[in-house]
């Protein structure tokens, strides 16, 4: 393996972290290890890459325009919830630079029933800065009540796949919430 000269990247420069392989990097960023192993012909094995090492992630990872992350319940989660209870964030380009990220959850309680919180909270968190979006709640032709809300932020969060999207319990007169009930992260949002 050669950690020696690199051409200059046309993405994003990542430092492989422990457990990283190039196949859960190349998932990461919804590439194939061929289009990774292409941007960085030092890699002379792409089964054999170490912690520290910096590889070029190419610019098409930077171009998906949409996705959705299904959120699971959140390992932080200290309440129970119905079976049917799930959510989703759509993340799509919104015009130059912008990015929208659409959250949607059903099966959730009622929030008042969880403490004292009037609402829901979606929110991502791109290295250490949070953005987040009031979710609204809509039950047509009394159906399971639907939590949606939209944020458009002016960060590319496919750069970040590290990246955690919440949705938790929330306050709008205090700002008081509880930790999140679902989670995910942009590293699994899928086309």
């Not at 420069?13 to 289009?35: C, E, F, M, Q």
């Not at 990872?61 to 959120?71: D, K, T, W, Y």
């Not at 929208?100 to 008042?112: I, S």
Request: aromatic letters at 6%; hydrophobic letters at 35%; a neutral charge.
């Amino acid at each position: 393996m050669n950690h020696g000269s690199r051409p200059p990247c046309q993405g994003i420069l990542y430092t492989v972290k422990p457990g990283d392989t190039l196949s859960k990097i190349a998932r990461r960023y919804n590439l194939t290890v061929r289009d990774i192993v292409s941007a960085n012909p030092q890699i002379s094995d792409p089964d054999k890459i170490t912690v520290g090492q910096v590889i070029c992630i190419p610019k098409v990872a930077s171009q998906l325009r949409e996705c959705a992350i299904v959120l699971a319940l959140s390992r932080e989660a200290t309440v129970a919830l119905p079976e049917i209870a799930g959510g989703v964030v759509l993340v799509q380009r919104a015009g130059e630079g912008k990015y929208a990220l659409t959250f949607a959850a059903t099966g959730l309680p009622n929030p008042g029933s969880l403490g004292e919180f009037d609402t829901y909270l979606g929110s991502i968190n791109i290295n250490g800065q949070e953005y987040s979006a009031v979710l609204r709640v809509s039950a047509p032709f009394e159906q399971e009540p639907t939590w949606a809300g939209t944020r458009v932020i002016n960060i590319n969060p496919f750069n970040y796949p590290d990246s955690t999207v919440t949705i938790f319990p929330f306050n709008l007169e205090t700002s008081i919430r509880s930790g999140p009930i679902l989670g995910g992260t942009i590293a699994e949002c899928k086309r």
